[in-house]
């Protein structure tokens, strides 16, 4: 059986914000049709990780390899590729505000995150996702919390990415809707062999859909483990969160 | 930012497009390169026409890249000043490039292309091109929306002019974006001011300049996102100017004193005004929050001790200079005055007025109308100040509903009004012979005989006024008072969230502003020999802000640095005190270092004085 193929590789990656270094030092892999989960409390670096991957921020040291690009300046000292690259390689990168337009419907997002020519794919995605079908021709604007958060992974989706980054996806909605959206990254990933990188404050719920999950506590890689595992041992999850040595 | 803004504010400097069409040449807006270069040796209409469209398209592009490109995350303000400085240095290159080849205005017909036989709808007598422009500008139109509603990057512009991240991580780049809409901006705004030309005949710089207005106010009503209410307002805008220009010429009510034309040019756009101001919000939407920092306000450095050092040297200097340099030291000071009336309402408060000198001009001209009418000196003055800041006040209620962009141009058509209603009329015209001023029983006239011809007592009085101002000015800065107006500067709805009344906070900066634009006015009445309505043109508001800006707008020093800067001022004293052919040059220059400044040091030169100054200190140490 031959391994599946490596979408994104991160190795000793350091990010921040100008001058402060938030990510010190971290190594993080997604193959193909896996959902990886990223957990870890508020300021542990995860959205950080996330926007570096996605070229919103600069590397300041380490290598990322995400799918076709590399994120190394070729001059040192220069920005290397910008986000529009990295977009176009094949990744969807779900941020945390949702990035969506509130002046334009829903129908308009799709229509513009798909493809030239790629009539095909917005039907597809809207059969998959009844729920935002009947909105879909509202102004962003109008939707509720989780119809607009369907609508930014639809819009993800239909662009037909290889690698997808999902930025707190349960972030201001009711549990009811996170355990709907889940699953439905997991079935996607299975379908489509996608990559899945998940950030996620919801623990049980991202860890009851994903492969592996790497828990980050300031910076730094504290717990790694199969999602299952680590679901049966919660309380070493919780001690990882309050930064207790293991 | 959307491409709306872009379209709005290029109508304002494009009409250099125009000039492309002369005799085959076209005129290079660039300051060392050769006026002119050859393109076509036989022009026809149609050549040039392609020649224009190239130059409008490659001009909305350099700037776009040079300029607005590298400003796209800076707050209004920065966006507003780098457009005066872009405005100042193409009308200053192209006055000085088409003066240079012969004639002020260059005059350019179509007339081959357009039917000119009239047609009479009612007792109007119309020209048919009426209807072929009106056609045109409906197809623009409706192509443009067509394009905007329906293709990709029309979606793609739309969607970006709210969220760029978002349009990033979807692999669209919004540069390119924005190059595109502003090719699109420069050439259909170029068209238009061709075609004006080509009908009305002649090109004039200050005259396609002032366009702007009229298009501007046509776009607010469009709320900077509909082209067809823009076409709409723009062809009722026109018509009721053209009527109100008959009425009035017919009507004999009116009075001699209402300058001619006044009521056609002023009254749509108060009318406009008035209406985006009661559309507006009492709080800025979500969308419409300042991005980007604001100058910095520093807290004055001991502001009595250096007030007196100051006031000490500038005393000095008034006593012992020669008359020429005494009276670029008055003129600095009153500058520095109009300067500080910035600093209050646009660097502590964060309202861009571009009103400000048709304040001073205001208090200026009832100044001497009223000294000539036989009111004694400290009356005179303090009654036109206190007329100034009730227009101020007035010029400011739009400031409760309205803001950024949409507040510049307000005011912006506020000063046009008060130019056309006030200044232009043939009663104010060059009112000389204002009465000196006297205070028990001393002489504070500037003009005197023979040598002394400017006496330093008026000096003393303008001295006076300027370091009052500026310790009021520092005083409000250190108070809770100006805490609170920086409050609303950074964030209008935080502000008023936390219990700041941002209307009282609004009208107080204009009440305040404007009377100190109105010392500045008043001490001007009689420090020139004569008034008349050039002095106090629309531009020159323009100009205020670029100074203050480049001395630093939210800074006493930057008010101070501005003064200096200002024509005829200590700088120009200088250079060796000339101000005549020059000028040109010298203003296209200052538009370019403008741009420079609000790009690399938006805190003004001030700002940047204090940091070499406090990094060399730290060496010495």
Redesign the interface.
Known sequence: MSRPEVLLDIRGLHAGYGEVEIVHGLDLRVHAGEVVALLGPNGAGKTTTLRTVSALLPLLAGEVDVLSVSLRPRVRGTRGVGPTVVARAGVAHVPEDRGLFFGLTGREHLRLAARRGDHAAVDEVLAAMPHLAAVVDRKAGLMSGGEQQMLAIARALVARPRLVMLDELSLGLAPIVVQQLLPLVRGLAREHDLGVLLVEQYVTAALAVADRAHVLFNGRVVLTGEAAALLGDQDRIARSYLGLAE | MGMYVAYAYFSMRNFDVRSTELGGDLILPILGLPARVHVIDRPTVLTALTVAILVAAALGAAVYGLVFRPLRHAPPLARVVASLGVFLYLQSVMALRVGQSGGGAVSLRLDSLLPTDAVYIGSARVPQYAFVLLGLAIVLTFVLSLVFRLT?FG??T??G???E??L??????PSRLGFANWIIATVTAGLAIILFAGVSGRLDPLDTSLLIVPALAAALIGGLSSFGATLASAVVISMAAGALGTFQARADWTGDWLPRGGLAAALPVIVIIVAITWRGPKLPMR?SLVEGRPPAAPVPYRPVPVALVLGALALMALFTLEDLWRLAIVVSMIAAIVGLSSVVLTGYLGQISLAQYAFTGLAAFSTAKLALEGVPFPWAPLLAIALTVVVGVLVGIPALRVRGMTLAVATLGAAVAIEQLVFASPELNGLSGVPRPRLLGIDLGFLGQGRDSFRPEFGVLVLTALLVCALGVANLRRSSTGLRWLAVRSNERAAAASGIDVRAAKLGAFALSSGLAGVAGALLAYELPALSPQQFIVVGGLAVLALCYLGGIAAISGAVVAGLLASGGVLTQLQGGTTGSTSATQFAVSGALLVVVVIFAPDGLAALAARGARRLQRKQT
């Open positions: 990709r979606l793609a739309r969607a002019a709210e969220h991240t978002g990033m991580l979807m692999g669209i780049s969308e």
